[in-house]
């Protein structure tokens, strides 16, 4: 998927559903890992201080 995209969706789900990055990855299956190289890839980083990618 599009990491434009994607980040729309991450963030609507740790918004309205996760408490954290920890507890989406865990909630969906996701390795976390993978999951930020390929935001940071196109310019995004996980904000635990506002939980969300900016």
């Not at 190289?37 to 506002?50: H, I, R, T």
């Amino acid at each position: 998927m599009d990491p434009h995209l994607l980040v729309g969706l991450l963030n609507t789900e740790l918004r309205n559903h996760c408490d954290s990055l920890d507890d989406l990855v865990k909630t969906h299956g996701i390795d976390r890992i993978e999951l930020e190289k390929k935001m940071a890839g196109a310019g995004y980083l996980y904000q635990p201080a506002q939980n969300q990618f900016r």
